[in-house]
């Protein structure tokens, strides 16, 4: 199966890169490599994970306050976050239109 990022999220994911490179060397990769392992998981687990609203689930990042909201479509797995759980947490809801 294969998986697809909301613009947005790709912007949540390349920001969060970035903030945890600028707190230490090398930290940002350590980030990516932990949602790319959720996003594996997500894959290869689809169904595993707890339903936020509607059809809506989360998985939620080893390490790092983050977690992964994502859709189940019929080809593809679309993550509609990459969600810092310290924001608010209503704010991915206007994505799913």
């Known amino acids: 199966m294969i998986f697809e990022f909301h613009p947005e999220a790709k912007s949540e ?20 490599i932990e949602i790319y392992s959720g996003i594996r998981n997500i894959i290869s687990y689809p169904f595993a994970w707890p339903t936020l609203e509607g059809e809506v689930r989360r998985y939620l990042i080893h390490r790092f306050p983050y977690g992964i909201l994502y859709s189940i479509e019929p080809d593809k797995i679309f993550i509609l976050a990459v969600m810092n759980l310290h924001r608010d947490p209503d704010y991915w809801k206007q994505r799913m239109k």
């Open 13 to 32: 994911l390349f920001a969060g890169i970035d903030y945890y490179q600028d707190c230490e060397e090398g930290l940002g990769y350590d980030f990516s």
